[in-house]
């Protein structure tokens, strides 16, 4: 069975501090995307990631990719409010996106 | 450009009703697809339309179906509704069928079943 996983589920933070999220997945890919949705809206893309090692970074945000053990990270840098939102990663599966379970982010100041 | 369009913004039904929703992809673009998104079990694949044909479709009832139109716009259909359906349902387009084009999201219906 096709698995994203992401943890944690919900993650409180503290402003100006540093986390990261993590996202397994249980079948090849070789792309795998991080979205962002605030309460109630669509998804915002956030990053596509195209291959083993790739890297990426906007802003307080980065995002990694290692294919060979099925695994993303997306940290947060100097966490701020504006980040609060819930981050889902997803995978493409024959040509459907499978979406993680996403983590709640809330930045406390 | 102008982005993916869905409508209508938020819809209520009784069950056993049937719900229509309509998305317009990016110009350009062939492949649409449609995302159910309820509480408490995630962002999950409904369907997928290209060149007016069903590609794929998850793990859904049958009561759950589509089409795609000449203009690439699509209509998802949601036969004897249950409570269950209520969701935000997401559309999203993508160009051709080319695995690796990336998916663009539109705003979202709010489905609301009493």
């Known amino acids: 069975e096709l698995k994203v996983e992401q943890n944690p589920l919900f993650l409180s933070m503290q402003e100006g501090k540093n986390y990261t999220i993590y996202c397994n997945y249980s079948?090849?890919?070789?792309?795998l995307y991080w979205y962002r949705q605030d309460p109630g809206k669509s998804l915002e893309s956030l990053f596509v990631l195209l291959s083993n090692g790739a890297v990426k970074q906007e802003g307080r945000l980065m995002a990694s990719l290692d294919t060979k053990a099925r695994l993303s990270t997306l940290h947060i840098t100097a966490a701020v409010h504006d980040l609060s939102a819930t981050y889902f990663c997803?995978?493409?599966?024959?040509?459907?996106?499978?979406f993680g379970t996403g983590t709640l982010l809330a930045v406390q100041p | 450009e102008a982005g993916v369009t869905q409508s209508p913004t938020h819809l209520i039904k009784t069950r056993g009703q049937q719900a229509t929703l309509r998305c317009s992809p990016i110009?350009?673009?062939?492949?649409v697809y449609w995302y159910q998104q309820a509480l408490g079990l995630g962002l999950q694949f409904l369907l997928w339309?290209?060149?007016?044909?069903?590609?794929n479709r998850g793990n859904f009832p049958p009561r759950f179906s589509g089409r795609q139109f000449p203009n690439y716009s699509s209509e998802l259909n949601v036969n004897a509704l249950e409570l269950e359906d209520s969701a935000l349902y997401l559309c999203?387009?993508?160009?051709?069928?080319?695995?690796?084009?990336?998916?663009?999201f539109g705003p979202g219906t709010r489905l609301t079943v009493l």
């Open positions: 110009s350009g673009h062939t492949s």
């Open positions: 339309y290209d060149e007016g044909e069903e590609r």
């Open positions: 997803a995978v493409v599966v024959t040509n459907k996106l499978i």
């Open positions: 999203a387009s993508r160009k051709g069928q080319t695995l690796y084009n990336e998916q663009f």
């Open positions: 079948t090849t890919s070789d792309r």
